[in-house]
């Protein structure tokens, strides 16, 4: 059976979506404490898969995975999931709201749910761990007034009560994760392809570039800018697009860009994201 690395410990989010993932392909499930370590254990063959968040509603780019994928490793995306993201305020029993001296949890968590801690609890410290899954353990087995931020399942999983739910700025937050492998995809009915590429610092460089694919018709799903981390003032540009590398006009746009561009990378081809995978 292919082997599926994710992030943990038990309670993450990005296990939610792992499960979510086996209960269509069936996988031996690999937990990791970290992103980095997720996609580490893919690149050097100790995992077929590994599960990874890619994007957030709230908070945009996990520049984890994104930079690693651009300049560490190189992997296909091979599925997409996308699931609502609750965020939860969870501590011992027994310890109020007023108690709280620190907060931890998942820097993306955290950063969801900014304005909750700004308004409610300006005082606290916040501090940053691997997953929001490590924070609520932490927390459950430490014996100071500590909080965690994390999804419902964690508080059970690691018996600590709810004194807020839904505490995210915004409604309707949800992430998007990724699913990495070694092999290319098989095509679904639907499909969406990821690439990376520079441009040349000139006049109208990324117009000319996204050009092509609106003369063509093809419609961009995410444009989003890293730094290229040679120089201040480079970047590498993440595009995702409708369509399959297979198909001609995919195909010949893809081409042009490759051709004119000093960085570009291809991240594959995979089955959008309809609610369940393909
Ligand atoms: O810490 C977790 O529970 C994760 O799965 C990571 C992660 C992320 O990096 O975006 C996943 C979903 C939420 O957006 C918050 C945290």
């Given at each position: 059976?292919?082997r ?10 990005t296990?939610?979506?792992a499960?979510e ?15 980095p370590d997720?996609?580490?254990a893919?690149?050097s ?18 520049n ?22 609750h ?5 011992r029993r027994g ?8 907060i931890?949890s ?7 749910c ?11 410290n ?15 087995e ?9 999804m419902?399942s964690a ?10 739910s839904?505490?995210?700025d915004m ?6 994760f990724?699913?990495?492998?070694k092999e290319?995809?098989q095509?679904?009915?639907?499909n ?6 520079s ?15 609106a003369?063509k ?7 989003e800018?890293?730094p290229?981390?040679?120089?201040l ?13 297979q ?17 570009y990378?291809?991240?594959g ?7 369940t995978?393909?």
């Open positions: 059976m292919k599926l690395g994710f992030l943990g410990p038990d309670g993450t989010f296990q939610q979506a499960l993932y086996c209960r269509h392909k069936s996988r031996q499930m690999v937990e990791y404490a970290s992103i997720v996609i580490w893919v690149a063959d100790k995992v077929d898969e590994g599960l990874v968040p890619i994007e957030n509603s709230i908070e945009g780019a996990v984890a995975t994104m930079d690693m994928l651009a300049h560490e490793v190189d992997l296909f995306i091979v599925a997409e999931l996308v699931l609502p993201v965020q939860c305020l969870m501590v310890i109020d709201m007023g108690d709280i001296t620190d931890f998942h820097p993306q968590a955290l950063a969801q900014q304005h909750f801690i700004h308004s409610n609890m300006p005082d606290v916040v501090h940053n761990v691997y997953s929001t899954a490590a924070a609520a353990k932490l927390v459950a430490s014996d100071k007034p500590w909080a965690a931020i994390a419902p508080a059970q999983r690691w018996g600590l009560s709810i004194l807020v839904d505490i995210q409604p309707g937050n949800a992430t998007r990724v699913v990495l492998s290319l995809a095509p679904g009915l639907h969406k392809t990821s690439i990376i590429f441009v040349e610092d000139t006049p109208g460089s990324l117009y000319h570039t996204l050009k092509v694919f003369d018709g093809i419609n961009l799903t995410r444009i800018s890293r290229a981390k040679k120089m003032g480079q970047y590498l540009f993440f595009v995702d697009l409708i369509g399959h590398s198909d001609d006009i995919v195909r010949e746009c893809l081409e042009i860009i490759s051709n004119n561009s000093s960085f990378k291809y991240l081809s995979y089955p959008v994201w309809e609610g995978i393909a």
